[in-house]
């Protein structure tokens, strides 16, 4: 071929977002309307990645994940890791909790098993996508990589995974903080926490794994209240785990003060996005005008059912 072409897409972390790398499980959703989107030319000489978003090459060694999702992909392939260039055409905002260098890495590894004609499986694209993760983020759960290459919502533990369908109406609305969170340190801070004050964080942990098991059953039949509820609870113990924030607070009491069901941080924390869940028939305007007013810097909507689209 002289260039393969890959796809991927942003994710939405609803429930256990750091209990999860601790071992609880968690549910995250595949957001397919916002996508990433790759080309793999092969070229003389080392690997390399061009990126049309300024937002990701502003960030020093923003070409690690991807160079590295290259080489994992070459090598499972049996190929010298040399000789491919991918540029990137990314949709899913940087560092704000959408998993931006996931969907970029799982956009890759499609496109250079499509440059040498192969086809991998979903759990090979997980394995080769949480293998570049891991160069740049440390240690991440996995929660990522897995929501990246998912078509349905994702209930997470350990690597291990069941995806399931969502019967929820109404809509998720993200509200961005417009202050960069760094998931390293969020974690860093809760492991910190867990060593200081072990009783007490392993109880907010177990308890946030406890809500992601009951908010799946919820999610299923499509319980809104429920599901609203659970997300506040989430949130307060989020905060008391000190991954939140002023301007997350902000955001969380503007949305559930216009009607949201429920609000909740997305993702690492301590900044990036959070999610509010807008009923059936319910007024999404008066929430959204709301978080606009508290401050917020981007405002996206996501239908609670995944919609996969075409790939
Ligand atoms: O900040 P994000 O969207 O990459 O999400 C991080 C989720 C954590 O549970 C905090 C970390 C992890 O590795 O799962």
Same mark, same amino acid.
């Not at 929660?143 to 998720?172: C, K, N, P, W």
């Given at each position: ?9 942003? @994710? ?27 080309? /793999? ?21 923003? =070409?690690? %994940? ?5 080489? /994992? ?24 909790? !959408? ?23 979903? =759990? ?7 293998? /570049? ?15 990246? %290459? /998912?078509?349905?919502?994702?209930? !997470? ?6 995806? !399931? ?29 867990? +060593?200081? +004050?072990?009783?007490?964080? +392993? ?21 809104? =209240? ?8 989430? =949130? ?27 609000? @909740? ?9 959070? %999610? ?12 959204? +005008? ?22």
């Amino acid at each position: 071929a002289v260039a393969g072409h890959g796809r991927s897409h942003a @994710k939405l972390i609803l429930f256990g977002e750091h209990s999860v790398v601790h071992g609880h499980p968690a549910i995250a959703v595949p957001v397919h309307a916002i996508g990433a989107e790759a080309d /793999a030319v092969p070229v003389g000489g080392a690997l390399s990645v061009s990126s049309d978003d300024a937002a990701i090459t502003a960030r020093e060694g923003w =070409q690690d %994940v991807p160079v590295m999702a290259i080489a /994992a992909t070459l090598r499972r392939l049996g190929l010298p890791e040399e000789g491919v260039h991918a540029s990137i055409r990314s949709r899913v905002p940087a560092g704000r909790g !959408f998993g931006s260098s996931a969907a970029v890495a799982g956009a890759i590894v499609a496109a250079v098993a499509d440059l040498h004609g192969a086809e991998l499986d979903r =759990q090979t694209r997980f394995e080769l996508v949480q293998e /570049a993760e891991r160069v740049a983020h440390g240690n991440p759960s996995g929660l990522d990589a897995r929501t990246t %290459v /998912a078509d349905r919502a994702v209930a !997470f533990q350990r690597g291990a995974v069941r995806e !399931f369908d969502i019967a929820l109406q109404g809509s998720f609305v993200v509200a961005d903080t417009g202050v960069h969170g760094s998931t390293r340190r969020a974690v860093a801070d809760v492991r910190a926490l867990l +060593e200081r +004050e072990p009783e007490r964080a +392993e109880t907010l942990l177990d308890r946030l794994g406890a809500i992601a098991v009951d908010a799946e059953r919820a999610l299923r039949v499509g319980d809104a =209240q429920a599901t609203g509820g659970m997300m506040d609870e989430s =949130q307060r113990i989020l905060r008391e785990l000190g991954v939140s924030s002023v301007e997350i607070e902000a955001l969380v009491t503007a949305a559930t003060g216009a009607g949201a069901l429920g609000a @909740k941080l997305s993702g690492g924390g301590q900044g990036g996005c959070i %999610v509010a869940l807008i009923g059936d028939g319910d007024d999404a305007t008066a929430v959204t +005008e709301a978080l606009r007013a508290a401050g917020a810097a981007g405002i996206w909507s996501v239908p609670p059912a995944p919609h996969p689209s075409g790939t």
